[in-house]
């Protein structure tokens, strides 16, 4: 009965917080902007840096909003996409990112190896950043995160009508796994955002023209999630185990 009880309440910890993982890994809101260096047309310039045959075939093609809009440039990205788009200047970043508020037009571009930057044209470039090297590592660090939280519910769902010690410990240790990793992954995140220069990676080639242009950068909703979810994760793995070395003990 215990040990029942024990289950329902990590299944129920384990299940919300990789809901939390998912939501986060699939939402594009880990880092928001705002500046007011404003011309979505110059940004049309610098986000296009991906080849002439990906903008043909895609469907989320770059769309400029009406230059007479607000200056004020409002920018978010995650592991998929970086967008920009124009918005009311007395209406937050934080705010204007929602869904209702958002415009039917803005700027995208893909962003799968979020969040380090490219290179903009050539290499050498003046705006290269020598640690885009790193793309491939938050890469890897993510999808790892992500397939081990959903290796671990899997090996969860099947321990309980068999009930398996060792897929109880199995599945414990995946999710422990997936919650150090985003750890890892939202402590690297932060240290980007601390020690890099986010103003010359938000403005990029605008900053030329802009150099006194006021820039705000703020954690985003997606990075707030990811972080509720990594104590329910661990909870739950820690508890998932302790099951498993219980069962072992009286089987």
């Given at each position: 009965?215990?040990?029942?009880?024990?289950?329902?309440?990590?299944?129920?910890l384990g299940g919300l917080g990789v809901l939390c993982f998912l939501v986060s890994f699939?939402?594009?809101?880990?880092?928001?902007?705002?500046?007011?260096?404003?011309?979505?047309?110059?940004?049309?310039?610098?986000?296009?840096?991906?080849?002439?045959?990906?903008?043909?075939?895609?469907?989320?093609?770059?769309?400029?909003?009406?230059?007479?809009?607000?200056?004020?440039?409002?920018?978010?990205?995650?592991?998929?996409?970086?967008?920009?788009?124009?918005?009311?200047?007395?209406?937050?970043?934080?705010?204007?990112?929602?869904?209702?508020?958002?415009?039917?037009?803005?700027?995208?571009?893909?962003?799968?190896?979020?969040?380090?930057?490219?290179?903009?044209?050539?290499?050498?470039?003046?705006?290269?950043?020598?640690?885009?090297?790193?793309?491939?590592?938050?890469?890897?660090?993510?999808?790892?995160?992500?397939?081990?939280?959903?290796?671990?519910?899997?090996?969860?769902?099947?321990?309980?009508?068999?009930?398996?010690?060792?897929?109880?410990?199995?599945?414990?240790?995946?999710?422990?796994?997936?919650?150090?990793?985003?750890?890892?992954?939202?402590?690297?995140?932060?240290?980007?955002?601390?020690?890099?220069?986010v103003r010359r990676y938000i403005l990029q080639e605008r900053g030329e023209d802009c150099?006194?242009?006021?820039?705000?950068?703020?954690y985003g909703w997606s990075f707030m999630v990811a972080v509720a979810g990594i104590p329910?994760?661990?909870?739950?793995?820690?508890?998932?185990?302790?099951?498993?070395?219980?069962?072992?003990?009286?089987?």
């Amino acid at each position: 009965m215990k040990t029942g009880v024990a289950a329902l309440v990590g299944g129920l910890l384990g299940g919300l917080g990789v809901l939390c993982f998912l939501v986060s890994f699939g939402t594009d809101y880990w880092l928001l902007a705002s500046d007011n260096c404003g011309g979505l047309g110059q940004l049309e310039t610098t986000l296009h840096t991906v080849s002439a045959k990906e903008q043909a075939n895609s469907t989320e093609g770059v769309e400029v909003t009406d230059p007479s809009l607000p200056s004020l440039t409002l920018h978010h990205e995650g592991f998929f996409w970086r967008c920009l788009f124009q918005s009311d200047s007395s209406l937050h970043v934080v705010w204007a990112v929602l869904f209702m508020n958002q415009p039917r037009s803005k700027a995208c571009v893909h962003g799968y190896l979020f969040p380090l930057p490219v290179a903009v044209g050539p290499v050498p470039h003046p705006i290269y950043d020598a640690t885009a090297v790193f793309r491939g590592f938050w890469t890897m660090l993510i999808i790892l995160a992500i397939a081990a939280s959903m290796t671990g519910g899997f090996l969860l769902v099947c321990a309980v009508p068999f009930v398996s010690h060792k897929l109880y410990k199995a599945g414990g240790a995946f999710f422990i796994t997936a919650a150090c990793l985003f750890l890892v992954l939202v402590g690297l995140f932060v240290l980007w955002k601390e020690l890099v220069d986010v103003r010359r990676y938000i403005l990029q080639e605008r900053g030329e023209d802009c150099p006194d242009a006021h820039l705000e950068a703020h954690y985003g909703w997606s990075f707030m999630v990811a972080v509720a979810g990594i104590p329910l994760v661990i909870l739950s793995g820690i508890l998932f185990f302790c099951i498993g070395k219980h069962l072992q003990k009286h089987t």
